[in-house]
């Protein structure tokens, strides 16, 4: 079969088409045809080894957490899929290999493709859904009525989010750049706030929560901006930079600390609580946000398709941060 491999850490130029064997499922694996497959930022950063802290791929590696497609075979303890099945999956980081003809992955990642869906379309919301639901119902713990600021409200996971906190019963406000005010009011935000013509943390200040996806100064912009005793939830921590100063393992442990001392000083200054997002494959909560879309209560904002084969320009054109929504990798379709 036809996959995206790299051999080494380095930049977009290392993602090669190449034919291998094609993968064997366990047991309690699924083996699924790759109709599409989508890019994500924390691709481009494994890929440049910046998140080689916590994720070690062995060489060589097939990237992608995000895969829509057809079921080829079951494993022999799989009882919930069957050849012919529609599904998506966001893999975790220890089995990647979305940017392929075809991927194996854990039954219990998957879910039925909503029918609604494209299958380009429904790769383009597994990773970013899981992120958005586990930032709003898991870490903010959200509920109808409160105030929520999304920062990047036009990207991949800020984009669902939105969507998401309306359908909580939410009242959202969001940032994102001139161009995108009218795009992210689409989405369902209550107020759109153009970061560079005005100060988000003067605008939101008072929210009940929010969902920092600047990290760094911005996540201790949003620990003052959000009322006391509200919740912050952090989804892009700082890590990568601290892995490129110190190297890998110094820089793990620099960050825990630093991280640490953000979290107990919110907690201690302002009684807010403060939690690093994981996105953690899941299938079941998977099946309940894809039902969600076929309900007409989430839908994808995709910017630009890509062949397989243009793996590489790709991953270009999502590391200009100019996307609005998510890059998606075309495969059979």
Known sequence: MRAIRMHRYGGPEVLQLELVPAPTPGPRDVRIAVHAAAINPVD???????QRSVVWPKFPCTLGMDVSGEVLEAGAQVT???PGDQVVASPSHWRMGCYAEEVVVRADEVALKPKS?????????PLVALTAWDALVGSLKLERGQRVLIQAGAGGVGSVAIQLAKHLGAEVLTTCSAANLELVKSLGADVAIDYRAQDWREVARGCDAVLDSLGGEGLANAIATVKKG???ACITPALPEYSEKYGAALGLVIFGFSIAGTIIGARLSRGVAVELVTRYANGPKLDKLMRLVDAGALEPLIDRVFPLAEAAEAHRYLETGRARGKVVLSVRD
């Open 80 to 82: 919930a899929f069957k």
């Open 117 to 125: 869906l494209t299958h380009v379309e429904a790769a383009s919301l």
């Open 44 to 50: 481009f950063k494994i890929r440049a080894g910046a």
């Open 230 to 232: 509200g919740r912050v």
